[in-house]
């Protein structure tokens, strides 16, 4: 069956502009996980879906990012007035909600804020 | 303290050799350890998850887990070019709870 796919693959954009990144988990997933990678630092967890409802933000680095899904599939996270620091690989990741250790990852969208 | 700490390598062996990635956790309420596996410019893909203390092997991996020391391990035996990639720990306190993942250690099997 179809994995988790994510678009853009590749985003490049200016500072201070707004940017979208799409996630499509498995079907039948009901948890999905973002997340960014940095060079040199690791997965960092960003936010968890529970269905629609969103949990756990714990990990969004301020105001400028958020995150919604709807009707318990596509998700999108949105970063307002990007940054420089901003720049990283986005994954997203869904799992069978409870076995939330079992994640699925998705190719990732590499955003690059000039 | 960071919760899960991994040494980044890189680590470079040669096909066949048996390699041992490491990571260390702070804190004991951890119960679920994990090993994912990252190609260039792919997402991870999770290798094998264990619940407790002890061995879990699975083809030519073993996975190994020490609660007492917090110490977790993964052993590759006659690693293959193909096995080149980072390999991420993760750890988590539950079945329900996020993953904490270590930085990853990149490893290359040269031929």
């Known amino acids: 069956g179809a994995g988790v796919s994510q678009s853009p693959s590749n985003k490049v954009t200016e500072k201070g502009k707004d940017v979208e990144l799409r996630c499509d988990p498995i079907?039948?997933?009901?948890?999905l996980y973002w997340y960014r990678q940095s060079l040199g630092q690791g997965l960092e967890f960003l936010i968890y879906?529970?269905?629609?409802?969103?949990?756990?933000k714990s990990g969004l680095p301020s105001d400028r990012f958020s995150a919604e899904r709807t009707g318990g599939s596509v998700s999108t996270l949105t970063i307002q007035r990007t940054q420089q620091e901003d720049s990283a690989v986005y994954l997203c990741?869904?799992?069978?909600?409870?076995?939330?250790?079992?994640?699925?990852f998705g190719p990732g969208t590499r955003l690059t804020v000039t | 303290q960071k919760e899960v700490e991994q040494d980044p390598g890189p680590l470079s062996v040669p096909e066949g050799a048996i390699v041992s990635l490491n990571c260390t956790y702070s804190?004991?309420?951890?119960?679920?350890f994990m090993w994912y596996r990252q190609y260039s410019r792919k997402g991870p893909e999770l290798l094998m998850y264990t619940y407790s203390s002890g061995n879990k092997e699975d083809g030519r991996f073993t996975a190994q887990v020490d609660k007492s020391s917090k110490y977790i391990s993964l052993f590759i035996r006659d690693s293959q070019p193909s096995d080149s990639a980072t390999y991420l720990c993760a750890i988590s306190r539950g079945s329900n709870y996020k993953l904490t993942f270590g930085k990853g250690t990149l490893l290359t099997v040269n031929p």
């Open positions: 079907s039948g997933h009901t948890a």
């Open positions: 879906f529970q269905g629609n409802s969103a949990p756990d």
């Open positions: 804190n004991s309420a951890f119960q679920y």
């Open positions: 990741a869904s799992s069978r909600g409870l076995v939330s250790y079992e994640q699925y």
